[in-house]
């Protein structure tokens, strides 16, 4: 192995391909990394971190500014990328790769402050709150986001002095590989951060190996178990951002128009594929009906088209397999006595299309209520009044988003800040990640948090260092 720790190829390597799921057709064809490939990878990342753990971070903050000028000087090709691997439409893209960039100027200019030494008065001596980077960070991530989930753990991460591995999703890797590209044109160390093209199967493996010092994951429950299982196995710091099933109250006095317009655009964040989508509409029963039609108006204009184009609305899924099952979601809850008020139809046409789809009368035992609906479908769940609203948002295995819809802006801050069971609520907005505001979760939506201080800190080691004369 090499200095630069070169990942050896071989004819015989497993390979995976990509799908355009706006089609089906197949795309292009990448090799995947093997464990001991992983491995060295890993070794050469913590060789590199010791180096870069002495860099300034005027040095460090030069390197992560330009990477955000790389992105935004190529953001309509890294767009067009994620339309060709996922699905997204190009202006979502480009409004994700924009994201990126502000978030990497953000922690480039902000992560000296948030480092810096903490003073603490304890009456003798001097004493004092220090950050040292942990190490090597594997984060294995998903492909909702394939850039702004990646810049969002990367840039702090890098500022604080730490080394990187990349585990992406399987369906982005182009995304993932020209995330490495951009931070190695920038002046990231090329051993410092590597993408792997690792399958699942191996990240445990990964994990437990001893250059890995964290292990940062943005991904399903399921995926978040067996993470912490791995990570807690050896004893190391895990974060973890998982799904979601953010519930928005609709209280009796919201302008009813209004909520609908915020209440949608809440549900079709990329296409409804995110963790912190709007899922669930708790409405006040005195207004439910005419919230209903409003809604059905409102989620009826994102209409299907083609991704590539700019002003399109609603791309496809991210897989047939996706679409599937967000459908049997939805025929299983009417089956169940919810009723359909828009959509619901699978397309006739090739590749992973699902239209905007209603559900009304929703209650608990059907899919809409108790799974989280990763796909374009708003549930609207009817309350007796505001506390059986807020007892239904609570009711949820989840707690990463919230939101509370009110023309009494008093009262909505008192729901969202003291009664609402979630990592963030938002009023009269829908809710979004901010580098400048901690992003995360309670109960399976995951610990930990990301952007901000908080989220710095987090792959930090908070030493606290006392130093008084001898004698």
């Not at 709150?129 to 969002?152: D, E, H, I, K, S």
Request: glycine fraction near 8%; hydrophobic fraction near 40%; charged fraction near 25%.
């Amino acid at each position: 192995m090499s200095e630069q720790a070169e990942l050896n190829r071989s004819d015989s390597r497993q390979k995976i391909q990509t799908v355009n799921p706006a089609n089906a057709e197949p795309g292009k064809t990448y090799e995947e990394t093997s464990l001991d490939e992983a491995k060295a990878a890993a070794a050469a990342a913590r060789k590199a971190f010791l180096d870069w753990r002495r860099s300034s971070f005027a040095e460090r903050s030069a390197i992560i500014h330009k990477a955000a000028e790389i992105l935004r000087a190529r953001k309509d090709e890294f767009a067009r990328l994620m339309t060709d691997e996922m699905g997204k439409t190009f202006d979502e893209g480009r409004a994700e790769v924009e994201k990126c960039a502000f978030h990497c100027d953000w922690f480039a200019d902000q992560a000296q402050d948030y480092l810096a030494h903490d003073p603490v008065d304890i009456g003798a001596g001097e004493t004092f709150v220090t950050f040292n980077p942990l190490g090597v960070v594997l984060a294995v991530m998903p492909w909702n986001f394939p850039f702004w989930q990646v810049f969002r753990f990367a840039a702090p991460a890098l500022m604080a002095g730490n080394g990187a591995l990349l585990k992406h999703a399987s369906n982005v890797p182009g995304c993932a590989l020209a995330i490495e590209e951009v931070l190695h044109e920038a002046g990231v160390p090329r051993d410092l951060f590597r993408t792997l093209i690792l399958p699942s199967r191996e990240v445990e493996a990964l994990i437990k190996d001893a250059n890995v010092g964290a292990v940062t994951l943005t991904g399903s429950v399921e995926a978040g178990r067996s993470v912490a299982t791995a990570a807690g196995s050896v004893l190391k710091k895990c974060v973890l951002e998982l799904g979601g099933s953010d519930a928005y109250v609709i209280l009796d006095d919201a302008d009813i128009e209004a909520a609908a317009k915020i209440a949608a655009t809440a549900r079709m964040v990329n296409g409804g594929q995110s963790c912190i989508a709007g899922k669930r509409f708790i409405v006040v029963r005195s207004i439910a009906e005419p919230f209903e039609r409003a809604l059905v108006e409102a989620m009826r204009r994102y209409e299907m088209g083609d991704p590539t184009e700019e002003g399109t609305k609603l791309g496809p899924m991210v897989s047939v397999k996706a679409r599937d099952e967000v459908h049997a979601q939805v025929t299983g809850s009417v089956d169940k006595g919810a009723r359909l008020l828009l959509g619901g139809q699978v397309p006739d046409r090739a590749g992973a299309w699902y239209p905007p789809t209603v559900l009304s009368d929703v209650r608990p035992g059907q899919p809409a209520h108790d799974k989280e609906v990763f796909g374009p479908v708003a549930a609207i769940i009817s309350a007796a009044d505001e506390a059986d609203a807020v007892r239904i948002a609570n009711d949820s295995e989840f707690g990463l988003g919230s939101g509370v819809l009110t023309s009494d802006v008093d009262r909505g801050r008192r729901i969202a800040s003291q009664e609402l069971e979630a990592g963030m609520s938002f009023v009269n907005e829908n809710v979004r990640s901010d580098p400048r505001t901690p992003f995360g979760g309670v109960k399976h939506s995951g610990y930990g948090r990301e952007c901000s201080a908080f989220g710095i800190r987090e792959f930090v080691n908070i030493k606290t260092v006392h130093v008084k004369p001898l004698g």
